[in-house]
């Protein structure tokens, strides 16, 4: 059963910019805050940044100024738009419910982003 569908990754130039998108495939989407995660070769994966369910965001400090998540319920959409983009930014993208959600999605194949010039 997939749940999730990431997509909008690519290779991009260090200062650069992307959007990805994610549509959610759970019943009840909008009772759900959500989450983008990322993880990088040979790193375990990490939390990025959040979207409770009427709108209010939290971000990991290292992408904090750069990076902004936002969802769409009647689309069961989410959204993150990455900003001046580093190096250190490279890793598979993922999405799913919120950190400290007691639900979690089956994890989707996620979306590659490669930031190097």
């Known amino acids: 059963q997939v749940d999730v569908v990431e997509s909008g990754g690519g290779l991009v130039q260090p200062g650069g910019s992307l959007r990805l998108s994610c549509v959610v495939s759970?019943?009840?989407?909008?009772?759900?805050?959500m989450a983008w995660y990322r993880q990088a070769p040979g790193e375990q994966r990490e939390w990025v940044a959040e979207?409770?369910?009427?709108?209010?965001?939290n971000y990991a400090d290292f992408v904090k100024g750069r990076f902004a998540i936002s969802r769409y319920n009647a689309k069961n959409t989410v959204y993150l738009q990455m900003n001046s983009l580093k190096p250190d930014d490279t890793a598979v993208y993922y999405c799913?419910?919120?950190?400290?959600?007691?639900?979690?999605?089956?994890w989707g194949q996620g979306t590659q982003v490669t930031v190097s010039s």
């Open positions: 799913n419910t919120g950190r400290t959600s007691p639900y979690r999605a089956n």
């Open positions: 759970i019943r009840n989407f909008d009772s759900y805050p």
């Open positions: 979207v409770s369910r009427t709108g209010p965001t």
